[in-house]
């Protein structure tokens, strides 16, 4: 098993959700974040004062799959998310030692 952890834009969330769930994904964790990668942030004009904006508000989505699904739901996370400017994320793949359904006690990709 592994967890995905996706570093999305905030307006692409709907559409990978509903492509993780064409192709077979069902639990998904949101998560509204924010960071800065090679953005570095930017500059906003609010009031006539100018200000810096340092952190970038984010998605972060965490996905435990079986190891015959990350392939595919990598692909369709970096596919969908993609809009081709800076900024777009990053994917994360973490190994997951267990997981565990706390209302049945199933383990491992029974309980995912």
Not at 14 to 26: H, T
Not at 27 to 52: D, M, P, W
């Amino acid at each position: 098993m592994k967890l995905i952890e996706a570093i999305i834009k905030p307006f692409k969330l709907d559409e990978v959700k509903d492509a993780l769930n064409s192709i077979g994904i069902e639990g998904i964790t949101v998560s509204e974040v924010k960071g800065f990668g090679r953005q570095k942030g930017h500059t906003e004009l609010y009031r006539g004062a100018e200000y810096v904006v340092d952190f970038i508000p984010k998605i972060k989505l965490e996905i435990a799959v079986s190891d015959g699904l990350v392939g595919k739901a990598v692909e369709t996370i970096q596919e969908t998310a993609r809009t081709g400017r800076i900024g777009d994320g990053k994917i994360f793949i973490i190994s997951l030692e267990d997981a565990i359904r706390i209302r049945t006690g199933e383990n491992g990709d029974d309980a995912v």
